[in-house]
């Protein structure tokens, strides 16, 4: 099964509403979670890293308001999209790093994703 | 974000062949490398990791090789299945800042004919 849990998988919102999506690790403590975007037929571009219990780091172009990211337990990453706009409309995937049992630290295991429509 | 190339090349083999899936990665400090598989809709798939210690290595129906020379990083899947047909994404992982990123290749599209 999955090790790593994220919801929701579609979600779609009216412009200037704020929409949130969690991802969990389920068998293994992740000690640093990745967010990244996809746009149809493109690769994954990183948007933040998030280290548990500290803030976010985000990459260059980010906008570090719209998109807030919460990493408040060793299973559980949060991201929000502030006051989304139809431009906001994507595929975003979380990813956890940590160690494993019976695996090795370094792999990185993904989320199912979730496809956020703003109307 | 760092991201590389706006288009996904595409690869067609008959089902039953060989596929050789290459990558260019970027950054020279980069020690650990993955490929994943991503089907329409869905998170990638771990298919193969190889750390920079190591030049090939493999695993069931497919072998991952490293050059570091040129920075290249291929992926062959032996006997390609229908089932093989989805995107494939290398992605380069470089400790920056205290934390690990894993950064993410162009794609390549494999598609299988019957």
């Known amino acids: 099964g999955a090790v790593v849990s994220q919801h929701p998988s579609r979600v779609i919102c009216k412009s200037g509403t704020s929409v949130k999506i969690e991802c969990r690790s389920l068998d293994f403590q992740a000690t640093t979670m990745f967010w990244y975007r996809q746009f149809p037929k493109q690769s994954l571009m990183l948007m933040a890293t998030s280290n548990e219990g500290s803030k976010a780091t985000y990459e260059q172009g980010v906008e570090k308001d719209k998109f807030l990211i919460n990493h408040a337990s060793l299973t559980l990453s949060t991201l929000t999209v502030t006051s989304a706009h139809p431009e906001d409309s994507s595929f975003y995937i979380c990813s956890a790093r940590g160690a494993r049992r019976g695996g090795h630290t370094g792999e990185l295991f993904f989320g199912e994703g979730s496809r956020l429509t703003v109307l | 974000g760092e991201s590389v190339g706006l288009h996904l090349p595409t690869l067609s083999v008959q089902e039953g062949d060989n596929s050789i899936i290459n990558c260019a990665y970027s950054n020279s400090a980069s020690d650990y490398f993955i490929w994943y598989k991503q089907e329409s809709g869905k998170g990638p798939q771990f298919i193969i990791d190889i750390r920079s210690n190591m030049d090939k290595r493999q695993g069931q129906r497919v072998t991952v090789l490293l050059n570091k020379t040129v920075k290249h990083l291929s992926l062959q899947i032996a006997a390609t299945q229908p089932g093989d047909s989805a995107v494939y994404f290398c992605?380069?992982?470089?400790?920056?800042?205290?934390?690990?990123?894993?950064?993410f290749g162009t794609g390549t599209r494999l598609k299988v004919l019957a």
């Open positions: 992605a380069e992982s470089y400790f920056f800042s205290g934390t690990y990123k894993y950064i």
